[in-house]
Each structure stands twice: as structure tokens, then as C-alpha cells.
Nanobody, 123 residues
């Protein structure tokens, strides 16, 4: 019911910036939360940021402590698109970043994942 396509990953030097995008194509599904997770080899997948949307109303945002002040998540107010602006990147940010959407209403509890986009930060 939902297909996610991420883009924007790449290789940057420490202190650089990247902007990730995730476009959701949905059918018979209502999206509540859209967020970004990341997973480095040998580590557990962790939440990076999440944002809630109700119709065209954008809800609050939540960030992992490790990215606060450096990353900014946003959503298109009319389309199912979520962005992650990453500034002042650190080598510790190196990971595969995955877009995630969560349903609401009758679709509550259903999650969909993108294929991931790789971010590499060198020192």
C-alpha cells in the first residue's frame, strides 16, 4: 500500500551537509508519522527524527539527542514527502538511512520502510 523512495545520500567530509528526501506513493493508506532511521554495520537501527502530519497540518518533531541542532526534518504540507537536512555532519553519522511511515486509524500499527540511502562522512 506504500512505496518509499529515498534519495540524497552520498559521501561528504566532516562538517559538510546533505539533504535526504523520501517520497511516499500510497494507496488505501493514511500516513500519520514520517521519519528517518539509520543503521550502521554492527549497530541497532535507531530513530533519527520523526514528524507528524494531519492533512495539511504539520505536527511536532522529535530528534535523537545525537543530531539535535544539526539535523532538521520537514514535510511537504500538500504531498507525502519528508526531508532531512543534515548539517555539520560527523563521521559518527555514517550509516544507511531509512525512511519510515506509520499508519493511523484502521492502518494503525502498520509500518513501511524504504530501501535506504547510504551516507558516508569522512574525517
Amino acid at each position: 500500500q506504500v512505496q518509499l523512495m529515498e534519495s540524497g545520500g552520498g559521501f561528504v567530509q566532516s562538517g559538510g551537509s546533505l539533504r535526504l528526501s523520501c517520497v511516499a506513493s500510497r494507496s488505501h493508506f493514511i500516513i500519520n508519522k514520517m521519519g528517518w532511521y539509520r543503521q550502521a554495520p554492527g549497530k541497532e537501527r535507531e530513530l533519527v527524527a520523526v514528524i507528524t502530519k494531519y492533512g495539511t497540518t504539520i505536527g511536532p518533531t522529535t530528534y535523537a539527542d545525537s543530531v539535535k541542532g544539526r539535523f532538521t526534518i520537514s514535510r511537504d504540507r500538500a504531498r507525502d514527502i519528508v526531508y532531512l537536512q543534515m548539517d555539520r555532519l560527523k563521521p559518527e553519522d555514517t550509516a544507511a538511512y531509512y525512511c519510515n511511515v506509520e499508519g493511523t486509524g484502521k492502518y494503525a500499527g502498520q509500518n513501511y520502510w524504504g530501501q535506504g540511502t547510504q551516507v558516508n562522512v569522512a574525517s
